[in-house]
């Protein structure tokens, strides 16, 4: 399987703050990266798909970037409703797999 | 839009099967550019992807290694849903579990169930 890894594990900001996430796959997946944010007790919501495609009705304060095995996604001005945690998700080869996660959280 | 309506219950025994029902409304189990998916996700390892099923002229599986020999992904063509049976849990398997849809062309699970917390425990 293909192991990715997100860092950091947890981000602490402050509201209108820049904020970057990273995602490394553990071997080449092209663009096959999904990112993903979820809130307590809700099922993960697709942000950016093909690693820079802004998913239809997200914002555009958050976009992304990469290919082969290093990708970020970037908040540009941190929003109350941004709190919550991100995740990251290879579809290159099956199982696809996510990364374990970012939690950002008020400073 | 597309809805997936998870059934199934929240509390089994060990040793037994869990089994959920996941519907799909709005698209088909048959769809020729999405698979159909069951994913976990717990404290201990995450989100877990545990399988498949998709129709490209014929029925395809695909398995996790963690779950293979306990897992069966079925299409139900006739209610337009598909299941999940898990043999022989432990506590190892309660989890919130999710169905999804997955997208051939954006590599993403874009529609997600309302999930199920599943509780294994005598």
């Known amino acids: 399987d293909i192991q990715m890894t997100q860092s950091p594990s947890s981000v602490s900001a402050s509201v209108g703050d820049r904020v970057t996430i990273t995602c490394r796959a553990s071997?080449?997946?092209?663009?096959?990266l999904t990112w993903y944010q979820q809130k307590p007790g809700k099922a993960p919501k697709v942000l950016i798909y093909a690693a820079s495609s802004l998913q239809s009705g997200v914002p555009s304060r958050f976009s992304g970037s990469g290919s082969g095995t290093d990708f970020t996604l970037t908040i540009s001005s941190l929003q109350p409703e941004d709190f919550a945690t991100y995740s990251c998700?290879?579809?290159?080869?099956?199982?696809?797999?996510f990364g374990q996660g970012t939690k950002v959280d008020f400073k | 839009q597309v809805q997936l309506q998870q059934s199934g219950p929240g509390l089994v025994k060990p040793s037994q099967t869990l089994s959920l029902t996941c519907a799909i409304s709005g698209d088909s189990v048959s769809s020729s550019s999405a698979a159909w998916n069951w994913i976990r996700q717990s404290p201990s390892r995450g989100l877990e992807c545990l399988g498949r099923t998709y129709y490209r002229s014929k029925w395809y599986n695909d398995y996790a290694v963690s779950v293979k020999g306990r897992i069966t992904i079925n299409p139900d063509t006739s209610k337009n849903q598909f299941s999940l049976q898990l043999n022989s849990v432990t506590p190892e398997d309660t989890a919130i579990y999710y169905c999804a849809r997955g997208g051939w062309g954006s590599g993403a699970f874009d529609i997600w169930g309302q999930g199920t917390m599943v509780i294994v425990s005598s």
């Open positions: 071997q080449g997946i092209g663009s096959w």
């Open positions: 998700q290879q579809a290159n080869s099956f199982p696809w797999t």
